[in-house]
């Protein structure tokens, strides 16, 4: 018979350290989000190229870079989607700048013939600043990419962007057809969003940014719910579903219900980013799946590298094992931690304020 004393103890130590390492997660991606927002290193990694192991996931700093990047991945059979890393856009000139980049872009996937299409952000090219200055610039952007039959997908950011965005969607729709958006499954709304925009081609996702519990699932329990529950109603009924995760369960899952329901492969992609389980895009592109790599590319790419970090903290050993060693690696807990103390510190002082 079992030691029931010696088990409870077991099942106590497993829960215990379950719990630190949640706690550990959690204050790492607090930090890296913090990092990402920091507008003084995203300023001074733009000076020194590809740091700190970047250059694993972001596909270049320059388009002629970028582009040998892409006719790799299509020499096995894999589409990219491309995205002009750009963060912290407060002025029309910065707007207009991205705007021009992605316009030089579209013609250097063009001139190259290569298999690829432009994902973009709306706060890049100005939603910040005003809505109709960013669908201006969005529909030159759609204009010259319809010229070459060209696919621009509107990537979604946090909650206050999100109906601005699809407000720009249902505008540009009124003349394009080359255009499409990411549905975040964290979202309450988010079924009520693909229903009604069941005939875009869209994106789902499970969302990357830290959304209040007002709006969006918390848990990755009711999250990966609802990202099966959507995939599999956009799969039936929706008109092209890019699948975006890493998530080897989804992929499987997606596999068997396409498989059962006689979904043929043209209806659907996977979709993963540049760099990350490498392996695995090029495997279901050998098993004839259509694959895409989302692919980033500027000098601009710190925010993204840190966001990348924060939603799987263990990244870090996979992308910059070659700078970081033991050492580094607990100074960034130390970091992390005199970090989250300093903001425990301050919400406390503004919590005394408050009284
Ligand atoms: C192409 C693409 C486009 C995106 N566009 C947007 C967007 O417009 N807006 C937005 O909010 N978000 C976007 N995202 C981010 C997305 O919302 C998620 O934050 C991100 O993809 C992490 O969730 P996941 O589904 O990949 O799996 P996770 O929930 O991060 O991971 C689930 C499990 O998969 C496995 N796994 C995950 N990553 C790895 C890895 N690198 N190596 C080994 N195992 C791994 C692990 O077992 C892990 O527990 C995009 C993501 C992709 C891939």
Request: charged fraction near 30%; hydrophobic fraction near 40%.
């Amino acid at each position: 018979m079992p030691n029931i004393t010696t088990s409870m103890k077991e099942h106590d130590i497993i829960k215990l350290k379950h719990h630190k390492e949640y706690v550990i997660m959690a204050v790492l991606k607090d930090f890296f989000i913090g990092l990402s927002e920091n507008q003084m290193l995203n300023t001074a990694a733009k000076k020194y190229g590809l740091k700190l192991g970047a250059q694993r996931v972001v596909a270049g700093t320059n388009i002629s870079e970028t582009i040998e990047s892409i006719k790799k991945l299509n020499a096995h059979g894999i589409s990219c989607t491309v995205d002009n890393l750009g963060e912290f856009v407060y002025n029309r000139e910065e707007a207009l700048e991205a705007k021009e980049q992605i316009l030089q872009v579209i013609e250097a996937i063009h001139n190259h013939q290569v298999d690829a299409h432009i994902s973009l952000k709306p706060s890049q090219l100005g939603l910040d600043i005003d809505y109709d200055f960013c669908l201006n610039n969005l529909k030159e952007i759609v204009m010259k990419a319809k010229s070459y039959d060209m696919f621009i997908n509107i990537d979604m950011e946090d909650y206050k962007r999100l109906q601005p965005s699809f407000d720009i969607l249902t505008e540009l729709s009124k003349e394009f057809d080359n255009v499409g958006t990411v549905i975040q499954a964290y979202f309450f709304r988010a079924e009520e969003d693909m229903k009604k925009f069941k005939d875009f081609r869209l994106r789902i996702v499970k969302g990357a940014y830290k959304e209040p519990p007002e709006v969006a699932y918390q848990s990755k329990e009711d999250i990966d719910k609802n990202f099966i529950k959507l995939i599999e109603w956009h799969l039936l009924h929706g008109k092209f579903t890019s699948i975006a995760t890493h998530d080897h369960n989804i992929i499987n899952h997606v596999k068997r219900f396409v498989q059962e329901n006689n979904i043929p492969n043209d209806k659907f992609e996977f979709q993963m980013l540049y760099g990350f389980r490498t392996d695995m895009q090029l495997q279901l592109a050998r098993e004839g799946y259509n694959f895409c790599t989302y692919v980033p590319f500027g000098n601009d790419w710190f925010g993204y590298f840190m966001r990348r970090l924060a939603e799987r903290p263990q990244n870090m050993n996979l992308v910059v094992k070659q700078v970081f060693n033991k050492r580094t690696n607990t100074m960034i807990g130390l970091a992390a931690g005199a970090f989250m103390l300093g903001r425990w510190t301050k919400k406390g002082k503004k919590k005394r304020k408050r009284k």
